[in-house]
């Protein structure tokens, strides 16, 4: 962070100087001053603008900073701002604290967004369907591409800003937990299955705030944080992630009442919404899970609807692949080749 700070009585050449330093990455100073408070920015262009302008490369940085800089303020991140300055394409973003100093900068080329979650990444299933491939390795160290398909999903939570990413093992867990060892990836272990949600309590959680579930073997370019702020938009204590699904039945189906035909639909297609396996659960919900008994996220989800919780959905728009079987395997390699040669 101090490589882009500099004091607002440091010389114009000075900042030329650190500019330069930072050349391959992104090229902006933030002006402190005596105080530590930031007053502005400085570019390439802004001083450019003000050599042209007749500022001398000995007169105080302040003279080329820019005052009306981006910035984020307070202890929680406005994420909606946020995305507005990503989308300006403003690179680098302080967050300042109630007296204008940095608490952190942003660089939104390595870390688009924030989300205030963690993760958990369900990884403890056999992978039956896959087998042979599954004898000898766990399915979410399967590779796609040069990768295994669990990293995708990891990557993809890190460039959102999740830090606490938890991955629960059971089945091959030393081989996944030898993968993630020293990455950051806290790995829990079930000693018995415990369903497709039942692990999340082993982990442990904060009282506030939300966390993402998903299944671990899923290739997917879900927008998480488009999720999470529908999530909070619809004040939902659950979110599940939904794929379009389509029913297409060959024959007319008949409409009736008693024993009489009231309508004929010749070949009907029916619209459905399928769970994509990818949630995002209120902690106090996932803190009563007890880590005695087995549970499945559906069961969670149905008690949470008959006690009267908001349950929402958000329907993906994109790539979801759920690698079930040797078919979607084949078809996720395939569909990964033809992505990494269009980037040559």
């Known amino acids: 962070m101090d490589r882009h700070l500099i004091a607002d009585k440091a010389k114009i050449i000075d900042a030329v100087r650190a500019l330069n330093s930072l050349s391959g990455g992104v090229m902006t100073l933030f002006v402190g001053d005596s105080r530590g408070r930031v007053t502005g920015t400085v570019t390439d262009g802004d001083v ?15 003279k080329a900073a820019n005052t009306r800089f981006k910035a984020l303020r307070g202890e929680r991140i406005d994420l909606r701002l946020l995305r507005q300055y990503r989308k300006a394409n403003v690179r680098l973003i302080p967050r300042l604290d109630g007296e204008g100093k940095i608490v952190e900068i942003i660089d939104t080329t390595k870390t688009p967004t924030r989300l205030p979650v963690g993760a958990i990444l369900m990884a403890g299933g056999k ?7 599954t004898l000898t390795t766990p399915k979410p160290l399967l590779k796609i591409g040069d990768r295994p398909i669990i990293d995708y999903n990891i990557e993809a939570l890190r460039r959102c800003g999740v830090e606490r990413i938890y991955v629960t ?17 806290e790995c829990v272990r079930e000693d018995r299955p415990l369903g497709t949600i039942g692990a999340a309590a082993l982990v442990d959680l904060p009282e506030e705030g939300s966390t993402i579930v998903m299944n671990s ?19 939902a204590d659950i979110t599940i992630a939904a794929v379009p699904y389509n029913v297409s039945v060959p024959y007319a189906i008949l409409t009736t009442d008693g024993p009489l035909v009231t309508n004929l639909e010749e070949k009907p297609s029916y619209a459905y919404y399928a769970n994509a396996g990818i949630y995002i659960f209120s902690n106090r919900l996932l803190r009563k899970l007890s880590p005695d008994r087995r549970t499945d996220a559906t069961d969670l989800i149905e008690a949470a609807i008959a006690s009267g919780k908001r ?12 690698i079930g079987s040797p078919t979607d395997y084949a078809h996720a390699k395939e569909l ?3 992505h990494l040669d269009s980037r040559r």
């Open 48 to 62: 450019r603008r003000a050599l042209l302008g007749g500022v001398s490369v000995d007169d105080p940085v302040s």
């Open 127 to 133: 992978g039956e369907r896959l087998r042979p491939l």
């Open 169 to 185: 093992v059971n089945y091959m867990a030393e081989k996944i937990e030898a993968h993630f060892a020293g990455t950051g990836v």
């Open 217 to 235: 073997d899923l290739l997917t370019t879900i927008s998480f944080e488009e999720m999470f702020l529908h999530h909070e938009d619809e004040n």
């Open 311 to 322: 349950v929402g959905y958000f329907p993906i728009s994109g790539t979801w692949i759920d």
């Open 336 to 338: 990964m080749r033809h």
